[in-house]
């Protein structure tokens, strides 16, 4: 059984930072990578950001420079540095595990299994 569990978020004046964390347990077959993601209240899930299991780091253009994610293997832990935030981070973050999913066509990496989210609340 997947198991992932977010801690960390908490609310923060704009340009402040915090950092999350996320450990997780399982086995995961086709894992391709760890990500985080968020949603804001009244819009959808967006990727925050990604690592996939050979290292290949993606963020997403609002949060580069900014963000920082990190994976330490060895403890299965996956972290989440964030500074200089902005009111417009404010959002629930989830910690996602991705798996090779097939899509018509092809194998894609996209997120499968979900931590419970924690909430970060960025104010001026």
């Known amino acids: 059984q997947v198991q992932l569990v977010e801690s960390g978020g908490g609310s923060v004046q704009a340009g402040g930072s915090l950092k999350l964390s996320c450990v997780y347990s399982g086995s995961i077959f086709y894992q391709c990578g760890m990500g985080w993601y968020r949603q804001a209240p009244g819009k959808e899930r967006e990727l925050v950001s990604t690592i996939s299991n050979d290292g290949l780091i993606r963020y997403a253009e609002a949060v580069k420079g900014r963000f920082t994610i990190s994976q330490d293997n060895a403890k299965n832990t996956l972290d989440l540095q964030m500074n200089s935030l902005k009111i417009e981070d404010t959002a629930v973050y989830y910690c996602?595990?991705?798996?090779?999913?097939?899509?018509?066509?092809?194998?894609?990496?996209?997120?499968?299994?979900w931590g419970q989210g924690t909430q970060v609340t960025v104010s001026s």
């Open positions: 996602a595990a991705l798996k090779y999913t097939y899509m018509p066509g092809t194998y894609s990496c996209r997120a499968a299994y």
